[in-house]
């Protein structure tokens, strides 16, 4: 469920790299879903870690920012 948010706020604003951290603000600022407590921030952190490896991966970690995030060009071209 956390992969879909994030996808959705990445879409939404595809040339601004993210952090975990600021991904999840974005997410409880719009109210994409309603979140507490710390364990959510650690969720989305390996979530976002998970899906940026290989060819697979629909993130892209942003060379020389630690734990920074965008979409994958290629990803972003097949929707």
Same mark, same amino acid.
């Given at each position: 469920?956390? $992969?879909?948010?994030?996808? *959705?706020? =990445? $879409?939404?604003?595809?040339? %601004? /790299? ?9 997410? !409880? &600022?719009?109210? =994409?879903? $309603?979140?507490?407590? %710390?364990? /959510? =921030?650690?969720? #989305? *952190?390996?979530?976002?870690? %998970? *899906?940026?490896?290989? $060819? ?6 942003? /060379?020389? &920012?630690?734990?920074?995030?965008? #979409?994958?060009?290629?990803? %972003? !071209? !097949?929707?």
């Amino acid at each position: 469920i956390m $992969e879909y948010f994030n996808l *959705n706020v =990445l $879409e939404k604003y595809p040339n %601004t /790299p993210m952090s975990h951290k600021e991904i999840l603000q974005v997410i !409880q &600022r719009e109210r =994409l879903k $309603e979140i507490s407590g %710390t364990s /959510p =921030l650690a969720c #989305l *952190n390996a979530m976002l870690h %998970t *899906n940026s490896r290989g $060819e697979e991966g629909i993130f892209y970690k942003v /060379p020389g &920012r630690m734990g920074v995030y965008t #979409l994958k060009v290629s990803w %972003t !071209q !097949q929707i």
